[in-house]
């Protein structure tokens, strides 16, 4: 059996290694410190956030449709969704007498119906852009139309968020590289998988000799060993909180998809009580300009993921959803109109959901601007009545207890809450 640990073995280890970053001058006080974890079990002071972006621009439109306004059913004449009619499985699913969910979101309809459900609708950013480059650039700054702020909107929350927690894992992203959310003077990993974190499982008992052999690689320069030693000590703690195969809790599945196992190990992280306090999730393929569909076409599988994925965590975390916020949003809406290639064009409003025990769910919130051709935005799109950092705001003040708004979104002085969120405080 090999027991030698090769410089091959290093290069090929490396490459399993999640993907983080520090700000290139990051001051010590921002550094971890392990020392301050609070103990195992230890209730968190404030909920722990899951910002789901669904990138590529998200018909918002047929999602939650609004089936109670004739103009959805003017304007999409082959791709609006059925109203909502009972025992029929095809046509939306009954919200409000208003609002209906796409049939493809049903397993998100006893979420609903638990109260722990919300949508806001005619919601997203008041920059114009119909790029989905920079609106979801303003979007994850938090700064609509500048960009002369370098850092995420998770990542500012987490800099002047009142804790002292050290924990290597605080701030979580999934995927190959950090959501820009969480760019900042915070240190935030970015990992595919848990088992690739693990190494692989290829170099178990020999952590201690991969450990001296980074350790002396970066010795000459100081800041890159304190970066080694964040990398190391993620690992190890990772490998003693969640050894062994994850069984989702009461009958949760998730879907077998990249989503599906992102959200599956954001639960099994969260479970582990190893200092999770933000976690970004993406979800792609939202740019619907031809095919979309109703029931078949590009978007329903995508709700239908998005659905599954989310029920199953909710249903998997169980009463740890009373300390647990979901998120979800998107860079910007679909036009309003259906067009010739039976989908949707670059858009402007939107909706935005959130998930939880702390929030006041099973209901759509915001004001509806109507879809009539002198309601509509320019050139003929959902108008916005909510700045999606009002929503993003009321979570950062009453769910993350963080008072400091004016420095998560510098220069938003229109913060209205909604009433979303519970404040947990009391």
Known sequence: MKTTFTRRDFLKSTLALPAWTLAPETPREFLPRFAVLAPKGQAPRANILVCIFLRGGMDGLNAVIPHGDSDYYRLRPTLAVPEPMAGNDQAGIELDGFFGMHPSLRPLKDVWDDKGLAF??????????????????????????????????LARHLQFA????????????FGALLPSSLRGP?????????????????????????????????????????????????????????????????????????????????????KAEIGVEVAAVDLGGWDTHVNQGVLEG?????????????????????????????????????RAAENGGKGTDHGHGNMMLTMGKSIHGGKVYGQWPGLAPDQLAAPGDLAITTDFRSVLGELVSKHLQNPLLDQVFPNFTNYQPLGIAKDIST
């Open 162 to 173: 009142a804790t002292e927690n050290g924990s290597p894992f605080r701030a979580i992203g």
């Open 298 to 334: 590009e978007m329903p599988p995508l709700l239908a993921d998005l659905g599954a994925s989310l029920a199953a965590f909710y249903h998997d975390l169980g009463d740890g959803m009373k300390n647990v916020t979901v998120v979800g949003m998107s860079e910007f809406g679909r």
């Open 120 to 153: 806001i609708h005619a919601t997203g950013s008041p920059d114009p852009t119909h790029s989905h480059f920079d609106a979801m650039d303003y979007m994850e700054r938090g700064t609509p139309g500048d960009k002369q702020v370098g850092t995420g909107w």
């Open 186 to 270: 915070i240190p935030a990993i970015a990992l595919q998988s848990i088992a690739d974190f693990h190494l692989g499982g290829q170099y178990k008992g020999r952590i201690e000799q991969f450990q001296t052999a980074i350790s002396s690689m970066y010795s000459a320069d100081e800041t890159l060993n304190l970066r080694a030693d964040f990398t190391l000590d993620a690992v190890q703690l990772l490998q003693k909180a969640v050894a062994g195969e994850y069984r989702p809790a009461n009958g949760a599945s998730y879907p077998e998809s990249e989503f599906g196992e992102s959200l599956k190990q954001v639960a099994q992280l969260i």
